[in-house]
């Protein structure tokens, strides 16, 4: 168990003024902390809480990479089952119970104001196992249940399992307090089933600008990490972080190095994330780029900066129309000029300052690739200007302010959800 290094429970409000003793605990169905974009926003949302001094205790799966300035309750391991990868499981229904089973554990001993609740699991557990409490409960709504599990692979279109489950992803969507989406494109495709009563707020990702900037490297240092991946200085360097799956577009992306190969083009691909590492080495073998393409495996949260600063172009090949797209800022925020396929959510991040191709599209992928190559001063213009947006849009300081005027607002809207003063931190039982 995580030593505990929360703050004190003196808050701020979104708004400036000082209030007493806001407790939220940050309800995660996952497997927090691992290196990809969800974990990321649990990870932010809790830091920028933390510092207008809302106290944050985080309950998640058993399994995970410490995150010391926390708070965090696991559930306790299954036998059967030590290893998993990220996704879609048959084996999340049983650490799903095990999730409910902790909660309830910790409702009955502890007092919190309000359950943040990530994703559609931890809606459904923190609504139903929060009544006996009568305790507000927010959900953070980060892309459809049910499209995420078709591009896992784990329903099949056009069959009776797909019809019932997304009959339990709208059920699970009526059962909070309020939602918060990820991108503005997910807060109007909820508003518009019509008949939501509860509030659906945009919450969109954000980005430590002060963390991920573009002189996070020295020239000396960045050219020398450069030559440690066989880099050159004068390669030219398109970066992907995030998962290796094919609902990210992997395999479009190399489809594109191998065509931009064809065409005499002298490209560098570092592609950072996971899982499936060999298997699409295999494929970039197959498709006669094992050369250019460089795979690092998985690269901790922590060092993506310095490993982004090795890129001139940054690249986001996703696929899905339903989820957010968190790397987006994260490219933005390093002054990376970005080609991205355009779904909602990265048009949402990158405005008129991204190099879109049609989703699946390529020929046009590739083309987007090559023009930036081709321009240097656009490269230049394109990433000084993304980079002003993030600071100027996506700052996590403004999704703080937002969420905590949220949980004010439901923890006072009456005489069932009290606001409950604390005079000290108070680790919570376990």
């Known amino acids: 168990m995580m030593a505990d290094t929360t703050r004190g429970t003196d808050a701020v409000s979104g708004g400036g003024q000082r209030r007493a003793g806001l407790r939220v605990l940050s309800l995660a169905p996952t497997s927090f902390f691992s290196d990809y974009g969800c974990h990321v926003r649990i990870l932010e949302e809790a830091r920028a809480l933390r510092d207008i001094g809302v106290d944050v205790t985080i309950l998640t799966y058993y399994k995970g990479g410490n995150v010391p300035e926390f708070r965090i309750i696991r559930t306790n391991p299954t036998p059967w089952h030590g290893s998993y990868e990220v996704g879609s499981s048959r084996h999340k229904y049983v650490f799903d119970v095990m999730l409910a089973i902790r909660l309830a554990r910790v409702l009955a001993r502890n007092r919190f104001d309000i359950i943040h609740a990530h994703l559609h699991e931890g ?212 002054g990376l000029p970005t080609v991205a396929f355009e779904t909602p959510a990265q048009v949402e991040y990158l405005g008129d300052l991204g190099m879109y191709a049609p989703v699946g599209n390529i020929e046009a992928l590739a083309q987007r690739v090559a023009e930036l190559i081709d321009e240097p001063k656009q490269r230049k213009a394109l990433g000084a200007a993304a980079r002003m947006r993030a600071i100027q849009q996506f700052g996590w300081d403004r999704a703080a302010s937002q969420l905590a005027s949220t949980y004010y607002e439901l923890a006072n809207q009456d005489a069932g959800y009290p606001l409950m003063m604390k005079s000290g931190s108070g680790a919570p039982h376990y």
């Open 123 to 334: 809606a459904l557990i923190g609504s139903l196992i929060s009544k006996p409490w009568r305790i507000p409960v927010c959900f953070d709504y980060q892309g459809s249940l049910t499209s995420e599990m078709l591009d896992h692979g784990f329903l099949k279109p056009n069959t009776k399992a797909l019809g019932l489950w997304r009959w339990l992803e709208r059920s699970i969507e009526r059962l909070p307090s309020a939602i918060f989406t990820s991108t503005l494109n997910a807060s109007e495709a909820l508003k518009s089933q019509g008949d939501h009563a509860i509030p659906i707020r945009p919450l969109p990702d954000g980005v430590n600008t002060d963390v991920f900037r573009p002189d996070v490297l020295s020239l000396d240092e960045r050219a020398s990490r450069r030559m440690a991946y066989g880099i050159h200085n004068d390669d030219i360097v398109v970066v992907y972080l995030g998962l290796l799956a094919r609902h990210q577009g992997i395999s479009c992306l190399l489809d594109a190095a191998a065509l931009l190969k064809t065409q005499g083009r002298r490209v560098k691909w570092l592609v950072m994330g996971y899982p499936g590492v060999k298997q699409w080495r295999d494929t970039a073998e197959a498709g006669g780029v094992s050369e250019d393409v460089i795979f690092t495996d998985r690269i901790p949260y922590w060092n993506a900066p310095q490993m982004l600063a090795l890129g001139d172009i940054a690249i986001a090949p996703k696929l899905s129309l339903t989820e957010g797209s968190g790397k987006i800022l994260n490219y933005m925020a390093m």
